[in-house]
């Protein structure tokens, strides 16, 4: 993984029938040229795989490469939330605070099978993936996942920055979910699909 | 920090000062018990319930109510000098006839001891236990993590709140037997909750470090703060 060549995906995709121009997806080339190399990522890194994500910036694997070697500790000068580990629920409103702390343009990366999933801590404590709080753009597989794994997984959100159109208005909205939406899912349906997957141990949970 | 500050010289009260060696070939059972037993045993009579040694490691158990005076004596008195509290925890059994213990690990540096003492809360008591917090100042957390975690209420401890958890936390104690693992309430319905908790909440004057940093507190805060709301709750 990482390992070999990937294709390049570094055109910016438009509608050949809309009335955009030459200039206006070249312009859109030039920022998102300039975004996707300079990502600062806010690091919130709460376990194991925080040191995954410290080898990553150091020397040997140099995450200066891709231009985050600016670590960004206050969200407000942040790209992208790096979120390297498990969260607990306590932990999970001040996740969505830095979360809404930072600046648009802003992406985020779940490092990991716990941030991504809860992992094996299917507990009373830990948020069963950080997408259940803030919007994911990249998740990382792992336990931890190597250094190559995750600077693959930013050299994937490069690519889907590279491939973002700023005619695009949607993608900069911040939504809550309606529960009027054909999309919303209830939190009852939620758990009626969740509660097949997880831990071995075959439990119920008393009402109440 | 007005106290002055004695150094306790580790082992400085033995007789014959030798180094401290690793020890071998430590029987599973039996061994030679802390000298501290027989001394409680003369001291409190009907107190101390039995004591058994496990891995050279001395358990001693004890009543719930003479937990002050055992603890004041062990820490006081000259010969004993019990002057750091390593651990302080409670277990549950499995079986429901078992009682609840609560644990408190005891080191004599002068004297280099270990002791294990133990008092069972029996079944269908209300789980309460005086603290040890006037004792030893370590006490603090241990007892509002024991309590967070299993709910046994240290009477006499001056902020006995949750520690781990947040305040609002209603599914109850974590570490009890009867606890489901993954919680109570269903993951939305706790990821709901979590969520609703106002994170500017957690501050409290009881908190040293805001007390100190009080003059360069937001405006807002201050005034919650100077109004004596105690937030959290």
Not at chain 2, 38 to 59: D, K, Y
Request: net charge neutral; aromatic share 10%; glycine share 6%.
């Amino acid at each position: 993984m990482g390992l070999t060549a990937r294709p390049e995906h570094r055109t910016v995709a438009y509608e050949p029938q809309s009335q955009e121009g030459w200039v206006t997806t070249r312009l859109d080339f030039l920022v998102n040229w300039g975004r996707a190399n300079s990502l600062w990522p806010m690091p919130f890194g709460t376990a194991c795989c925080a040191i995954e994500f410290m080898a990553t910036a150091a020397a040997r694997f140099d995450l200066a490469r891709f231009g985050m070697e600016r670590m960004s500790f206050s969200p407000r000068q942040a790209d992208v939330l790096i979120c390297a580990g498990r969260v607990p629920f306590k932990l999970a409103p001040v996740l969505r605070r830095i979360w809404q702390q930072m600046p648009q343009p802003k992406w985020c990366i779940s490092m990991g099978a716990c941030a991504s999933s809860g992992g094996m801590f299917d507990n009373y404590a830990v948020v069963q993936g950080i997408d259940t709080i803030i919007p994911v753009d990249v998740y990382v597989p792992g336990c931890p996942p190597r250094p190559e794994g995750l600077l693959y997984g930013i050299r994937m959100l490069q690519d889907k920055v590279m491939s973002e159109r700023s005619a695009d208005r949607k993608i900069r909205e911040e939504m809550n979910p309606d529960p009027k939406s054909q999309l919303y899912i209830p939190p009852s349906v939620i758990d009626e699909l969740g509660e097949p997957f997880g831990n071995s141990v075959n439990q119920t949970r008393s009402a109440q | 920090m007005t106290e002055k500050f004695n150094t306790v010289q580790t082992g400085g009260a033995l007789k014959e000062v030798s180094a401290p060696a690793t020890p071998r070939s430590v029987a599973h059972r039996g061994g030679d018990a802390n000298p501290s037993v027989a001394a409680l045993e003369i001291q409190f009579p009907g107190s101390v319930l039995r004591s058994q040694v496990v891995w050279g490691e001395t358990t001693v158990y004890i009543t719930p109510s003479s937990v002050p005076d055992v603890m004041r004596w062990l820490h006081d008195d000259p010969d004993q000098r019990y002057d750091y509290l390593s651990d302080l925890t409670a277990v549950e059994y499995r079986d429901y006839e078992e009682p609840l213990e609560v644990v408190w690990h005891l080191r004599s540096l002068p004297f280099r001891r270990f002791l294990r003492v133990k008092a069972a809360i029996p079944r269908g008591a209300p789980l309460a236990i005086p603290s040890v917090w006037g004792i030893w100042k370590a006490a603090d957390w241990m007892e509002r993590e024991c309590y967070d975690m299993f709910g046994i209420v240290f009477e006499g401890h001056p902020d006995l709140r949750r520690i781990l958890m947040w305040e609002q936390y209603r599914e109850g104690f974590p570490l009890r037997k009867d606890f489901p693992l993954r919680g109570r309430f269903s993951r939305a319905e706790q990821l709901r909750q979590a969520l609703a908790q106002n994170i500017e909440s957690r501050y409290s004057m009881e908190e040293l470090t805001i007390a100190d940093a009080f003059e360069d507190l937001p405006p807002d805060m201050r005034k919650r703060l100077s109004t004596g709301e105690r937030t959290g709750e």
